[in-house]
């Protein structure tokens, strides 16, 4: 199965956006063909509609009412009006899509037009809490994480029928999420509800975008929540993801996983069923532009963490990689994420270089500078990386040899070899380093020696010829400029 090529829309924006061009309301159900047409051209197989689902009052409130938001809206939207904002899209009070959004039968629409198109639509799962608005806080409140007394102050609350304390959503390295309740995930009751939410969600999508997976592991909630007891004691044997996955998949076996997660928790989730986790540890060191450090991590892990990762330079928590990174610099960690195996995941406006990002409350863009030449950038190697293997055929990292002695640039490489139809292959080659930098990359291609082997470089008018015997006892010779990048398609002379 090809690599998929994730596109994350934040989905309220870019409805407005639409309607604003228009001149008329746009709604999942009427978006312009031209839309879905520049995804497939783009070389797009998901889609990811980032919060579709129903928000309310009360968790808007909380948008509302923080110096600190307020302050972030204005830096990315001047003269914002309250009619600007909406609760976050992970305070859900309902799993229907807004009316306002073109309700569940806009829903419908969009994904029939998009899989008519060979892509994929994907939608969020968050598993760790409800918003504040949610009828389960009145109506099934032993679903959630609560006590009799009164909570610490670290741990926010909703007070619910007199004498219930029901815990604010929680990642145990910050602040409660106070437009959240927090599920408790050690009562099988919770579990089964979830279950049957998840699946309903699959009914109407591809795949899901599951938020902060790693806090339902059994070992992470029962640290997080250890101060306050379940209302019963269960042991319930089997983890969460494990039966979640096992049960969507048992009726639709193409259906895709992906888990936001941190902490190195990736391979543990991964092995429970998860079709990719976010490769946070990549992001972090292509944003701090350590050449080596990236080396190193994907070097370090098995191919089969890195073909089961999701490798990103932004998404909507992160800054915008055109706010980092220069625009040579930009290129060069563009490529690697998309010429690795596993998913590659791209970003609303990361494709045009915005700058600005905006928070998940705002429901409007805001004109902005732009880095220039990212556009560019991305058409290129969007359209060049489609005529190859990548992420189509067998992708396999090498390993870098030193060019000579007490040489150290190898360590700036990072170099992919992928095929799908032999004898051709192709090579994705970036050095990472703001300097010169030189290697030797050991080919794994059998019987190299066959031939002399002609390499174009799809991403300049570059054509070189290099012996087959060479390539086979020593490895193809690299000598790349600071930042330096190759899309070598490699075929044998005639």
Request: a negative charge; hydrophobic letters at 40%.
């Amino acid at each position: 199965m090809p690599d998929p090529l994730l596109y994350e829309i934040n989905t309220r924006c870019w409805l407005r956006h639409l309607s604003e061009r228009a001149a008329r309301p746009i709604t999942l159900g009427d978006v312009p063909e031209s839309e879905i047409s520049e995804w497939r051209q783009a070389g797009f197989t998901h889609i990811w509609l980032m919060g579709v689902w129903t928000s309310g009052p009360l968790a808007r409130a909380t948008a509302l009412k923080y110096p600190g938001l307020r302050s972030l809206y204005s830096d990315t939207l001047p003269g914002w009006t309250e009619a600007d904002i909406a609760a976050s899209p992970y305070a859900i009070a309902d799993y229907r899509v807004s009316d306002v959004l073109g309700g569940e039968e806009g829903l419908g629409q969009i994904r029939q037009r998009l899989n008519h198109h060979g892509l994929k639509l994907v939608l969020d799962f968050v598993p760790n809490h409800l918003g504040l608005d949610h009828p389960w806080i009145r109506e099934q409140p032993d679903l959630f994480v609560q006590t009799s007394i009164e909570l610490p102050e670290t741990f926010a609350q909703v007070t619910v029928a007199g004498t219930r304390r029901l815990a604010h959503g929680k990642d145990p390295n910050v602040a409660a999420w106070d437009d959240t309740v927090q599920l408790d995930y050690r009562l099988s009751a919770t579990r089964s509800t979830m279950m049957e939410v998840i699946q309903s969600i699959a009914e109407r999508c591809d795949g899901v975008r599951c938020d902060m997976a790693m806090l339902l592991l059994d070992d992470v909630f029962a640290s997080t929540w250890r101060h306050f007891p379940a209302i019963n004691k269960e042991i319930l044997g089997v983890e969460f993801w494990a039966a979640a996955i096992s049960a969507v998949k048992q009726k639709q076996p193409s259906f895709l996983f992906l888990a936001e997660t941190y902490w190195g928790l990736e391979a543990r989730l991964q092995a429970l069923g998860f079709d990719y986790t976010y490769d946070k540890e990549l992001y972090d060191r292509l944003a701090a532009k350590d050449a080596s450090g990236v080396q190193r991590h994907v070097l370090g892990k098995s191919p089969e963490f890195i073909s089961h990762s999701a490798h990103f330079l932004e998404n909507h928590d992160e800054p915008r990689i055109a706010s980092l990174l220069s625009l040579a610099e930009h290129r060069a960690a563009a490529l690697v994420i998309l010429g690795l195996p596993g998913m590659r995941f791209l970003h609303d406006g990361q494709l045009e270089g915005a700058r600005n990002r905006i928070p998940v409350q705002l429901l409007a863009r805001s004109p902005e500078p732009r880095q220039a030449g990212a556009k560019q950038i991305y058409e290129q190697l969007l359209t060049a990386l489609g005529a190859t293997a990548v992420g189509q055929g067998h992708g396999e990292l090498l390993r870098p040899r030193p060019a000579w002695a007490e040489n150290p640039t190898a360590e700036n490489f990072v170099i992919v070899q992928w095929q799908e139809q032999p004898p051709a292959f192709d090579l994705v080659v970036v050095n990472l380093a703001p300097h010169r930098s030189q290697c030797f990359a050991p080919l794994s291609i059998p019987n190299l020696a066959r031939g002399d082997w002609i390499l174009k470089d799809l991403l300049s008018e570059d054509k070189f010829v290099r012996a087959g015997d060479g390539l086979q006892n020593q490895g193809l010779y690299l000598d790349m400029a600071a930042h330096g990048v190759h899309l070598l398609h490699c075929q044998l002379a005639e």
